[in-house]
């Protein structure tokens, strides 16, 4: 049994920063990809951001919007990712669900709310 778990959301002012975590649990290994994504009301869910590991290497993967604020990393030895968000704006205020897949399945966390007010 695969668990996902974020943790890091919350209430920021606009121009803020927040950091995300996701840790998956239940002897996971070779993850790939790991990912973030978001879920504003009314609007369906969107990829964020992704990574994927290939030996020492990690290749990252990110929505327009977000390219040059947020930053996507991973921790392999912890099977986490995370996700540091910078010069959060309004329209940054979604549900956060980080997604990872293994053994060709997808898991998905139970989401945290980032909220950005002006």
């Known amino acids: 049994q695969v668990r996902v778990v974020e943790s890091g959301g919350g209430l920021v002012q606009a121009g803020g920063s927040l950091r995300l975590s996701c840790v998956a649990s239940g002897s996971v290994v070779n993850i790939n990809p790991m990912g973030w994504y978001r879920q504003a009301p009314g609007k369906q869910r969107e990829l964020v951001a992704s990574?994927?590991?290939?030996?020492?290497?990690?290749?990252?993967n990110y929505a327009d919007s977000v390219k040059g604020r947020f930053t996507i990393s991973r921790d392999n030895a912890k099977s986490a990712v995370y996700l540091q968000m910078n010069s959060l704006k309004p329209e940054d205020t979604a549900v956060y669900y980080c997604?990872?897949?293994?053994?060709?399945?997808?898991?998905w966390g139970q989401g945290t709310q980032v909220t950005v007010y002006s």
């Open positions: 990574i994927t590991s290939r030996g020492s290497t990690n290749f990252a």
């Open positions: 997604n990872v897949r293994f053994l060709f399945n997808d898991y």
